[in-house]
């Protein structure tokens, strides 16, 4: 390992999935990627310790993105029973410098560090360089975060947005309310999700009298796209109309001017059906709302593009004391 390079273990921590790898913080290059099934492990420090065994050697620096609250040294995970620490990860890892950031923050502070293979485009418009960037997240579970530039570095921030209120559909489309347990109000969480898509889906093929199938969101999505079933298709336009909806609120929550970002398994899955339009007009409105939407570029990151292990990687190189340079270190 030359002297510039600076190598760090990096992961995201998932309710589903669990990806690590070595990379180099700067550069942002990967080696010995590892996708691993988060429910085969007691904990993450067990499917940690199992990677480590698998590199030649290990960085003395870890960065982790996590699936849940983040609270300073400690991780609580939303989708399992999962609390653990920075001393845990130490102790099987060996590493002296262990940072954690939250998943969603994660993905928008690598969102400028996109490239166009990372990118599958939207909405086409106009990214004010120094715009703040939003990144929405539907998968496992929802999210979204934004990401702000102060002086000379960008600034990730997240809240509670899964809890946010899910608006009243439109009087031509299916009242998901209906069929999802509330008190008093559905949230988004609980619609813009795999979970929600099986429950719409559920629903729509039950109004039509045939027997329900027991699929899972990537089979609804697969039956959906290629037509074969009119309630898993009519579940995906539905999808793409209240994500865009969705990603729309936030952004001018935001003033997202710098572009939105469309993250997790369920965004992806479904882009085809994201670009017949039904995203675009939700997401742009009408009035004063499309005249401020209507110029804000809208992508959806692969599911390849490693967001989440990049995004830990730069919150790490963001916790490290900043190195001298050569010239200062021949001053010195």
Same mark, same amino acid.
């Given at each position: ?221 697969? $039956? @959906? #796209?290629? =037509?074969?079933?009119? %309630?898993?298709?009519? +579940? /995906?336009?539905?999808?793409? *109309? ?64 490693? $967001? @989440? #292990?990049? =995004?830990?990687?730069? %919150?790490?190189?963001? +916790? /490290?004391?900043?190195?001298? *340079? ?7």
């Amino acid at each position: 390992m030359v002297d510039h390079s600076r190598q760090a273990v990096v992961g995201a921590i998932g309710g589903t999935f669990i990806s690590l790898a070595i990379m180099d913080i700067d550069e942002l290059t990967v080696s010995n990627f590892a996708l691993l099934n988060s429910r085969d492990f007691k904990d993450p420090m067990e499917a940690l310790g199992r990677y480590l065994k698998s590199v030649p050697r290990i960085p003395n620096k870890i960065g982790l993105s996590i699936a849940g609250v983040v609270d300073g040294e400690k991780a609580t995970m939303n989708h399992l029973t999962w609390s653990f620490g920075w001393n845990d990860i130490r102790a099987v890892s060996g590493c002296d410098h262990v940072t954690f950031v939250n998943e969603f923050e994660a993905l928008a502070l690598a969102a400028p560090r996109m490239t166009d293979y990372d990118l599958i485009e939207i909405n086409r418009g106009v990214s004010m360089r120094d715009g703040t960037r939003v990144v929405v997240s539907a998968g496992t579970g929802l999210g979204a975060a934004a990401l702000v530039r102060t002086g000379d570095k960008w600034h990730a921030m997240s809240g509670e947005s899964r809890y946010a209120s899910f608006p009243a559909p439109l009087g031509h489309e299916f009242d998901i309310r209906s069929v999802i347990a509330h008190e008093g109000f559905v949230t988004a969480g609980q619609v813009l999700t795999g979970r929600g898509l099986v429950a719409l889906y559920t629903a729509l093929a039950k109004a039509t009298g045939d027997e329900v199938a027991n699929l899972s969101p990537v089979q609804i999505t697969k $039956a @959906g #796209l290629s =037509g074969e079933d009119a %309630a898993a298709s009519k +579940s /995906l336009d539905l999808m793409a *109309t209240w994500l865009g909806r969705f990603a729309g609120d936030v952004a001018l929550h935001f003033g997202a001017t710098g572009g939105v970002f469309l993250a997790g398994g369920l965004s992806s899955g479904i882009v085809p059906a994201l670009q017949t339009g039904r995203f675009r007009d939700a997401f742009e409105g009408f009035g004063e709302r499309h005249e401020y939407l209507g110029t804000i570029p809208v992508n959806v990151i692969k599911a390849g593009a490693d $967001a @989440g #292990l990049r =995004g830990a990687a730069i %919150a790490l190189a963001d +916790s /490290l004391p900043v190195r001298p *340079t050569k010239i200062r270190q021949l001053q010195a």
